[in-house]
C-alpha cells in the first residue's frame, strides 16, 4: 500500500466529492445525496487517502457478524492503476468488526476478475458473486 492510506473515519470521508462521483456510474446514477449519505451511515467505509486528500471508497454493509455486502468500490479517476481498489478491497475483508463475517456478497457488471482474486466466484446470472469463509 505504498503512496497511499486506508481509513475507517469517517471524518475524513469528502461526502460530496465521493457522493458526486458515485453518482456519475453505472450503478449509482439513479442515487441522490441523501440516499449516499444514509448508506454511508450504515456501512463501515473505507477510505483511500493519498497526502490526506481522498483517492477512493469502498463500504461493507449487512449485520457485521455472519453476512456482509461490499458495494460502492471506487477510485478518483486520476489514482486508478495504483492497486488502491485492491487495497479498499482487502481492508474491508480484514476489518476486525467483520472478522465472524462468512458469506460476503458483491455485485459487478465489469469488474470479476478483480474480486475472483479475493476467491469471490459468480453464483447467479454471472453478475452475483459471493466469498464463503
Known amino acids: 500500500?505504498?503512496?497511499?492510506e486506508i481509513s475507517f473515519d469517517p471524518s475524513r470521508l469528502d461526502f460530496q466529492a465521493t457522493s458526486d462521483l458515485l453518482k456519475a456510474t453505472?450503478?449509482?446514477?439513479?442515487?441522490?445525496d441523501e440516499?449516499?449519505?444514509r448508506a454511508f451511515a450504515n456501512s463501515i467505509c473505507a477510505i483511500a487517502l493519498i497526502d490526506g486528500k481522498q483517492a477512493g471508497f469502498a463500504r461493507a454493509?449487512?449485520?457485521r457478524a455472519v453476512f456482509a455486502r461490499i458495494s460502492d468500490v471506487i477510485v478518483w479517476p486520476e489514482h486508478?492503476?495504483?492497486?488502491i481498489g485492491k487495497a479498499l478491497v482487502q481492508a474491508l475483508l480484514d476489518h476486525p468488526e467483520?472478522?465472524?463475517v462468512s458469506a460476503w456478497m458483491l455485485n459487478t457488471s465489469d469488474a470479476h476478475e478483480l474480486y475472483a482474486r479475493?476467491?469471490?466466484r459468480p453464483v447467479t446470472n454471472g453478475n452475483e458473486m459471493r466469498l464463503d469463509r
Open 35 to 37: 440516499i449516499n449519505r
Open 98 to 100: 467483520l472478522g465472524s
Open 80 to 83: 486508478r492503476g495504483k492497486g
Open 26 to 32: 453505472y450503478w449509482g446514477s439513479q442515487r441522490t
Open 118 to 120: 479475493f476467491g469471490f
Open 1 to 4: 500500500m505504498s503512496g497511499f
Open 61 to 63: 454493509s449487512g449485520d
